[in-house]
């Protein structure tokens, strides 16, 4: 069975400190993997998306970055946090064009 | 561009009520359409989906019927529990996996 680990479960950051979240998937080969960020009451957005190592397409501008060192891991980071930051971020994966699974999420607070 | 509209932004039930809550998409072709439940601090699950017109998706109780003509996937249920309780979302698949998110509907239900 697939399994999708992320961490941390949930941070507390100041204002232009950098950041890391990182998330790993268990039992799929080359999945697609995906970034999504979800502000609180708010709907999923998704940010970024990869369908192999070493290739990542951003969807959304959030000065954010992403990367995919390997094939089941993704991470998603900043060197900058801004306020606008805070919010739920979710790792998801999905094969072959199917439904996306997702994880449990990191949330994330910036003051 | 493509997108997906939830009329009701909350919906408030007692236990046995029946439930719909209304989706309509704006996309050209056939994209998959999908109906997630999320529950509080946690990331989305996977309900269901469809991908033909007239095809019908079902889940736990929950079930929706993909209708090209009116570009609908409305989510019902016969007798909603409180376990019920959570936000739905209904998404579009618009290219390889990369999903379009609905504003999200909660669901309260009353005991």
């Known amino acids: 069975a697939q399994t999708i680990h992320q961490w941390p479960v949930a941070e507390i950051k100041a204002v232009g400190s950098p950041l890391s979240l990182g998330c790993t998937i268990k039992?799929?080969?080359?999945?697609?993997l995906y970034w999504y960020w979800q502000a609180t009451g708010g709907t999923l957005q998704q940010l970024f998306y990869s369908i192999t190592v070493g290739q990542v397409e951003s969807v959304v501008q959030l000065n954010l970055s992403a990367s995919r060192p390997k094939d089941d891991q993704f991470i998603l980071s900043t060197e900058k946090l801004l306020l606008s930051h805070s919010g739920f971020y979710l790792c998801?994966?999905?094969?072959?064009?199917?439904?996306?699974?997702f994880g449990k999420g990191t949330r994330l607070t910036v003051v | 561009g493509d997108s997906v509209t939830q009329t009701e932004g909350q919906v408030a039930l007692s236990e046995e009520d029946f439930l719909t809550i209304h989706c309509n998409y704006s996309a050209s072709g056939y994209p998959a359409l999908f109906w997630y439940v999320q529950y509080p601090g946690e990331g989305p699950q996977f309900l269901f989906r469809a991908s033909r017109d007239k095809e019908k998706g079902s889940s736990r109780g929950f079930e929706a019927t993909y209708d090209k003509g009116t570009t609908s996937f409305h989510l019902r249920k016969a007798s909603v529990q409180e376990s019920d309780s959570a936000v739905y979302y209904c998404a579009l698949n618009y290219n390889q996996g990369k999903l379009i998110f609905g504003q999200g509907t909660k669901l309260s239900i009353k005991p």
């Open positions: 998801a994966w999905s094969f072959q064009n199917t439904e996306v699974f």
């Open positions: 039992g799929k080969s080359s999945p697609n």
